[in-house]
């Protein structure tokens, strides 16, 4: 990973995802690429739809 990352707000395309710099760790060169793949597939459908429909209420069921 790179140091000279941008600051909030300095990106070039303005919609980036930023994860807390806890997580870099975990997704170093030693991550295989299904994981690695998976993960980015999941901060996609995440910046799509950030409630998963199964996450949401269902009218007439308890909680």
Not at 29 to 48: C, D, I, Y
């Amino acid at each position: 990973m790179s140091d000279d990352l941008p600051g909030p707000g300095g990106e070039e395309d303005g919609d980036r995802i930023r994860l807390s710099p806890a997580v870099l760790p975990l997704l170093g060169p030693a991550l295989s690429a299904s994981v690695s793949s998976a993960v980015t597939n999941l901060l996609a459908e995440l910046r799509a739809t950030p409630v998963p429909p199964l996450a949401q209420p269902v009218p007439g069921r308890p909680g």
